[in-house]
């Protein structure tokens, strides 16, 4: 009986890590990032569009580089940020 219960929570580590890995491939994915950034097109040229900014189809697209550039800086970012952490913990 023990053996059942070492191998059923086996199991489910290995789904739940199979989740995990899931989910990190999708934070990371370039369809998620693009994905975002078009609907954030969508939503802030609706936006000003309807508050009366004038060519509003072009002043959406500050907002949208403005997060393309902060996910593709973020993992430099990031690096950076381990590598402090990890000298510091040394």
């Keep these: 009986m023990e053996n059942q219960n070492i191998i059923s929570e086996i199991e489910q580590i290995k789904a739940r890590n199979s989740r995990v890995e899931l989910d990190k491939a999708w ?45 593709m800086t973020l993992g430099v970012i990031k690096n950076i940020w381990i590598k402090i952490q990890s000298d510091g913990r040394k």
């Design 27 to 71: 934070e990371t994915s370039s369809f998620r990032k693009v994905s975002i950034a078009i609907i954030t097109y969508l939503f802030m040229t609706v936006f000003f569009y309807t508050i009366g900014v004038d060519k509003p189809y072009i002043n959406s697209l500050v907002p949208t580089f403005g997060y393309l550039l902060s996910t």
